[in-house]
């Protein structure tokens, strides 16, 4: 059974389109997060979310904006899709009673925005 | 401002050797380190974590040291295999419960 999973593994899209990318994890973890990857793969965090308290990055703009409907999931919406935002996306989970916080990571959602 | 650096973006090494990735950091003072493994195509793994207390920390063939003083962690896989092959990211968390900074990573080719 998977245990962090994503939806679409694959999204390519138009420069001001709205889409959204599922994540849901099985594992009974209370944090999940969402990572953007790059082209130079560096990993950066965009958002973690525990116990319905969103913990937001600066530097991401609010076109992005996750949706958590329960503790095993958690979506993300993006509005005005740009260029720039191509990228593969991760969703994470973690239980926030393990010292050190280790993360599962799903398999990622490759955008293209054209 | 802060900053994380992994050795190499690439290093080779032959089969049965060890291999040696270093992740280094400034303006940082992390309580936890952790090493991931990334596959192309996939998501990162977890392989061990060590915290600000320990010096280090082993599992199977890999081997994480921690040294506070000099801003560094060393990752090595003793005996390593063409499987070993794969991207190593180190992971900084400040304190229990904050988020995790990534490095850029070490993309590891283990040749037969």
């Known amino acids: 059974d998977t245990a962090v999973s994503q939806t679409p593994k694959y999204l390519v899209t138009q420069m001001g389109n709205d889409k959204s990318i599922k994540c849901e994890q099985n594992l009974g973890h209370d944090t999940m997060y969402w990572y953007k990857q790059d082209s130079k793969k560096f990993l950066k965090i965009m958002f973690s979310y525990n116990n319905k308290e969103l913990i937001i990055n600066e530097t991401v703009p609010n076109r992005f904006s996750p949706k958590s409907p329960d503790k095993a999931h958690l979506n993300l919406h993006i509005n005005s899709l740009e260029l720039g935002d191509s990228a593969v996306y991760f969703c994470?989970?973690?239980?926030?009673?393990?010292?050190?916080?280790?993360?599962?990571f799903g398999p990622g959602t490759r955008l293209t925005v054209t | 401002s802060q900053k994380i650096e992994q050795n190499s973006e690439a290093l080779n090494i032959q089969e049965g050797k060890t291999a040696t990735l270093t992740c280094n950091y400034t303006n940082y003072s992390p309580a936890y380190l952790q090493w991931y493994r990334q596959d192309p195509g996939r998501g990162p793994v977890f392989l061990l974590l060590i915290r600000e207390n320990e010096k280090e920390k082993r599992k199977e063939r890999l081997k994480v040291t921690f040294d506070t003083t000099l801003k560094q962690s060393l990752f090595h896989i003793t005996a390593s295999q063409p499987a070993d092959s794969a991207t190593y990211l180190c992971?900084?968390?400040?304190?229990?419960?904050?988020?995790?900074?990534f490095g850029p990573g070490t993309r590891l080719s283990v040749l037969p």
């Open positions: 992971a900084l968390q400040r304190s229990y419960g904050q988020n995790f900074v």
């Open positions: 994470a989970s973690s239980h926030t009673g393990t010292s050190g916080t280790e993360q599962y």
